[in-house]
Every structure is written in structure tokens, then in C-alpha cells.
């Protein structure tokens, strides 16, 4: 076993921030995912308190993960009740797993103020409750709710709680600070005080209320825990918790602890953003290690030295993590932005100095009309080829009309209105010119099916490309329905994804604009095979 054990609670507390609902299939997924980043304890759920979570245990037991071992968590009997009929901790020792995390107390005004009971009476249900599963032959942590704010208010009590965990045979006693208000010197007296008590393990659990749970997690582990919780990507309740997705490299790479292999730790970023898929939620391009502009480089002078020595102005290598360094073209970007970029894509373009700065003006100028390629590579390589003077397009747009029309079948009857879209075509390709119309659910819809009609009869295999995403953002707030837009699509060919944009104050243009880019784009690939 490594110095430092990660255990991991996106599907319990990271499931608790705003906006996140796992389905039972997501936390499976999950958990498998997390298996395959070497996570050692994954907390499932807590069987006691929902029915989604008891079915997770039922069917999880179907999973197969080497490396990760299930927990089930709950809480410590209630106050006066009986351990044998307390249906919270049945739940947890009928929940098909080896491992439970138990959480009670270790703060004086939690106990009488919040729990309503005697200081005696919360240490006999610590004690009983993990007496309990211990005899059931379970492995036990437990969670010392508020301990460092406990401790700040009354040291003798708090650490009292975590001696009696330890006695009572907990394998782990893990430190929490719930509210997350805890600076990481405070920590770390706290740890050491706790340490002197026990010899048994210690873990943490940090809340990012001060932006700090990364940092006090960190603390922690040099006063000497040995097992660390947190989430994928620091999602979790109010501002989240300890990001494991900084607290596995930082523990790696700058601490020296073995956490994970280094195959797992490439999983990383791989595992982030499946997690926000997952939960629906937009991939933050600004995560430290894992975001996708973690290792970009706008500012002309950060690029002109990377191409140079490519740890210039990174910290670590990011594939070490499983991200790339990317290169943001810009209105930042110098010259040498584009000719990095265009090396990043293996093209191999005759672009000259004086070329290059052509090139530049011209992304300058499109960026000023709301084209953005940060997120559009596609676009971008585009218009890398477009500057070769013997570039010769896979097809041009001749010209295009296209019909909204909302009407209603009888003018008494309100529900027989239907809205209808077509669209009229004329592309060339090579010396023919095609004309095609076709109808959609929608203006853009009617476009891309009059384009793929003409096209297909020059390039059958055009039938494999579909779009998988189709973002419009309006660039101008407060200009109303005159505003500048951006569209970005996203589209597949099975294989491959790529992404294109489009901008212009008219929706319909700048759809045309990034669909045309899309397939020119697949269209050119193809060609290169
Ligand atoms: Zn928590």
C-alpha cells in the first residue's frame, strides 16, 4: 500500500453541489472510471438515507474493479437508540460491501446544540456504532464531523472523540473540516495534536469554502495523515471539496508520494473530463493540470519561448497528466503563435515570415468580428490552407435562400400551427455547379440538408460526418436581437471529432459559415489519407 491512501466521494458529496443529479448508470460509470485511476476507496453512496443509493450497492457488486475497494457511508446510531435496530447502520452492513465510513461528532456545540444530546452520550454512540460493524467484520472509518472547529472551541473534547473512534477499533480516523473555514496552519497544529493521541491512521476531509481545501489537504498530509478524501474536479456541497484532481499530482509530483502509478496519474485529465460529461456540466478550461487551458499559452512572449524550451513557462510536463500544451492563437498571439500552432498540427505549411504575419492580420481581423479559434482547431487549419496560394476548396458556396414560415392549417384551431424550414442550394464543385433544396426542423437543419444532398453525389462518404454539438453564443450583451453571434459546431465521423466556428450578426450565416468549415474540413482530411 502506498504512504498515501486517495478516497474518493464525487458520487456522495460531490453529488451534493448545485446542479449535479448522478443517475445510478452515472455513478457505475464513475466508479469505474475511478478505478482505472488507481482511486483506492470510492464512497458510493449513502445506503441509509436513499433508495437510489441502495440500488447502487445491488448493482455495483456486479462491477469489477482491481484496484479501487467500495464504501458505503452513513452515521453513528441515534442518540439513546440501539445499534442492533438502527436501521441507518443495517443499511451499511447490508450494503454487499467490506468497507463502511461512519461520521459522528467531535465538536461540543454540534453535540448539545445541533444532536441535542450529552457530551457521555455522543462518545457511547461513536463507540457503539463502530463496535457495531467492527463485530460484523467490516473495516471502519470515521469521519470526525467539525473537528477542526471543534478543536479550536474545545481541543480536550475534540481529540477526546478522536481517542474513543480509535479505541473503539476504527481503522481510520478521518478529520473534517466541514465548513471548510480552516486556514492550513491551523491544520496542521490540529493534525499533530490529534497525532499524539493515537497511533491509529488519520485522514482528511476538506470543504473549499475558503479556497483553501487543496492547500489544507497538502498540510495535512505533511503532519502526518494517510488517507485523503476529496472529488473529481472539487465538485461537492457549497464550494466543493478538496480537488483530487490537484491533490493527486501535487501529492506526486511535487510531495514525491507514490499515490498513483504513473499510467493512472495520464489518466487524469482523461477522467475529469468524463466525470463533468458525466455530470453535465461544462469542463472548467481554467482547472489547474486537467483544464484545457491549463498549459495554453496566449501571450506572444510565453509561445516565442516555448518554442524554444518547452518548459519555459510550464510547471510540469502536462502529458504526465494526460493534457497537452496548447497554444491559444489570438489577438495576443505574435507571429510565431501561428507557425508553433501549424508545427502543434503537423502541417507542414511553406509560411514564410512575411506569410506568417499575413496570417496573423487576418486572425486579428476575424477575431475582431467575433470568430474565436481557441476552440476551433478545425477553423483554424482551415485558414492555414487558405492562405497557400494553390489552395483549391473541396467545394464553394454559390449562393443560398432560405424560407422560415409559420402558419397555421386553420385560423380558428390554435393547435394546427406549424412551423416550416426550407432551404435553396447552389454550391460548386470542381466546374459543376449543383442546385439542391431540401426542408429541416429548422432554418439550420434545411441548410446542412441542401448542402449534403449536393455534396453527396461527389462524396458519398460525406454520409459518415454528423454534428454532435451546436453552441451559439451571443458575443454583444444589451444589442438585443442585433447582436453579434458565435456559433461553434462540434462534429464526428465515429472516429474523429472537430470543431468548427462561424460568426456574423445573422444566425443563419454564421451556422452556414461554421457547417461549410465542418465538412470542407472533413473533406480535406480525407484527402491527406
Ligand atoms: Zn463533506
Known sequence: MPSV?????TLRDGAQREGISFSVVDKLHIAQKLDELGIHFIEGGWPGSNPKDVEFFKKARSLHLPHSKLVAFGSTRRPKG??????????????GVTVATIVGKSSTLQVT????????????????????????????????????????????????????AAGAGADCVVLCDTDGGTLPGEIAVAVEAARKVTNVP?????????????????????????????????????????????VIPDLKLKMGIDCVTDEQLAKLTEVSRYVSEV????????????????????????????????????????????????????????????????????????????EAQKLLEQVKLLESRGFQYDNAEASFELLLHRAEPDYQPPFELVDFM????????????KNLEEMLSEAMLKVRVGTEVMHTAAEGNGPVNALDQALRK???????????????????????ENVGTGAQVRVLIESSDGVEEWRTVGSSTNIIEASWLALADSLEYWLLKQEDK
Open 202 to 246: 488519520l485522514g482528511i476531509h476538506a470543504h473549499n469554502d475558503s479556497e483553501l481545501a487543496v492547500a489544507n489537504t497538502l498540510a495535512a498530509v505533511k503532519a502526518g495523515v494517510t488517507q485523503v478524501q476529496g472529488t473529481i474536479n472539487g465538485y461537492g456541497e457549497r464550494c466543493g471539496n478538496a480537488n483530487l484532481c490537484s
Open 402 to 413: 432560405v424560407v422560415v414560415e409559420k402558419r397555421r392549417r386553420s385560423p380558428t384551431k
Open 113 to 164: 446544540q445541533v444532536l441535542e444530546t450529552t457530551l457521555d452520550e455522543n462518545l457511547s454512540m461513536i463507540v457503539d456504532s463502530i463496535g457495531y460493524l467492527k463485530t460484523g467484520g467490516m473495516s471502519v472509518f470515521f469521519d470526525a464531523e467539525h473537528f477542526f472547529d471543534g478543536f479550536k472551541a474545545d481541543p480536550s473534547y475534540a481529540l477526546r472523540v478522536v481517542e474513543v
Open 279 to 354: 455530470a453535465n456540466l461544462i469542463p472548467d478550461a481554467f482547472l489547474p493540470y486537467v483544464g484545457i487551458s491549463a498549459f495554453s499559452h496566449k501571450g506572444g512572449l510565453h509561445v516565442s519561448g516555448l518554442t524554444k524550451w518547452a518548459e519555459s513557462y510550464q510547471h510540469v510536463d502536462p502529458t504526465q497528466v494526460g493534457n497537452l500544451p496548447r497554444t491559444v492563437v489570438s489577438e495576443l498571439s505574435g507571429k510565431r503563435n501561428i507557425l508553433y500552432k501549424a508545427k502543434e498540427m503537423g502541417l507542414d505549411l511553406p509560411l514564410k515570415g512575411r
Open 82 to 95: 440501539k445499534t442492533e435496530t438502527d436501521a441507518n447502520l443495517l443499511a451499511l452492513a447490508n450494503a
Open 5 to 9: 491512501q486517495l478516497y474518493d466521494t
Open 454 to 476: 449536393a455534396l453527396l453525389q461527389f462524396y458519398p462518404s460525406l454520409a459518415q460526418v454528423r454534428l454532435v454539438d451546436y453552441k451559439v453564443r451571443i458575443l454583444e
